[in-house]
T-cell receptor, first 117, second 114 residues
Framework: DAGVIQSPRHEVTEMGQEVTLRCKPI?????LFWYRQTMMRGLELLIY????????DSGMPEDRFSAKMPNASFSTLKIQPSEPRDSAVYFC???????????????FGEGSWLTVV | KNQVEQSPQSLIILEGKNCTLQ??????????LRWYKQDTGRGPVSLTI?????NTKSNGRYTATLDADTKQSSLHITASQLSDSASYIC?????????????FGTGTQLKVEL
């Protein structure tokens, strides 16, 4: 299996521009997560989907952030307009969770390194 | 508020030596605890997952322990190698609304030197 695939791996953009990050989860996984990682705050959950439906978006920092999952094999995280404080590594992860949620492994992508100048 | 605290923040050891990383948590109701290894510039990779009833789990040279009474976990690395240089992240799950809510520690940065 190719694992969780994210693109772009690196992006540098100017403040005010729209940023779209993409993710392809592992085939057969029914949960997809978007995380943000910074030196100061570590890994933070932004939003997660179950069977393409957003379940918990309480971690999305503000209205400038939005995420979609139009089908089981694709998700996007969009920032519009971007700001310098959005500079971070954004990770997508996927998992197959059953009724017994203990013991499930969450697989992370390699991350999208975003710099907003 | 659910919290996960890791110590030390960073650690430098010589190749071949052992080390122990600590994780203290205040997460309730507890579901499971995971240790992840994150190489520089890469995504986190799962090392171990422990539920309430498990107090130790090994993955090669990595051994994790869990004391659910004191809400502490440790990750012991035996005979360290240069490739062990990475950030080690403790993640604790709480059962909420029929699912898991993860709380991440900020990690321990380990450097193994010759």
């Amino acid at each position: 299996d190719a694992g969780v695939i994210q693109s772009p791996r690196h992006e540098v953009t100017e403040m005010g521009q729209e940023v779209t990050l993409r993710c392809k989860p592992i085939s057969g996984h029914d949960y997809l997560f978007w995380y943000r990682q910074t030196m100061m705050r570590g890994l933070e959950l932004l939003i997660y989907f179950n069977n393409n439906v957003p379940i918990d978006d309480s971690g999305m920092p503000e209205d400038r952030f939005s995420a979609k999952m139009p089908n089981a094999s694709f998700s996007t995280l969009k920032i519009q307009p971007s700001e310098p404080r959005d500079s971070a590594v954004y990770f997508c992860a996927s998992s197959r969770l059953g009724q017994s949620v203990s013991g499930n492994t969450i697989y992370f992508g390699e991350g999208s390194w975003l710099t907003v100048v | 508020k659910n919290q996960v605290e890791q110590s030390p923040q960073s650690l430098i050891i010589l190749e071949g030596k052992n080390c122990t990383l600590q994780c203290n948590y205040t997460v309730s109701p507890f579901s499971n605890l995971r240790w992840y290894k994150q190489d520089t510039g890469r995504g986190p990779v799962s090392l171990t997952i422990m539920t309430f009833s498990e107090n130790t789990k090994s993955n090669g040279r990595y051994t994790a322990t869990l004391d659910a009474d004191t809400k502490q976990s440790s990750l012991h690395i035996t005979a360290s190698q240069l490739s062990d240089s990475a950030s080690y992240i403790c993640v604790v799950s709480a059962m909420e609304g029929g699912g898991n809510k993860l709380t991440f520690g900020t990690g321990t940065q380990l450097k193994v030197e010759l």
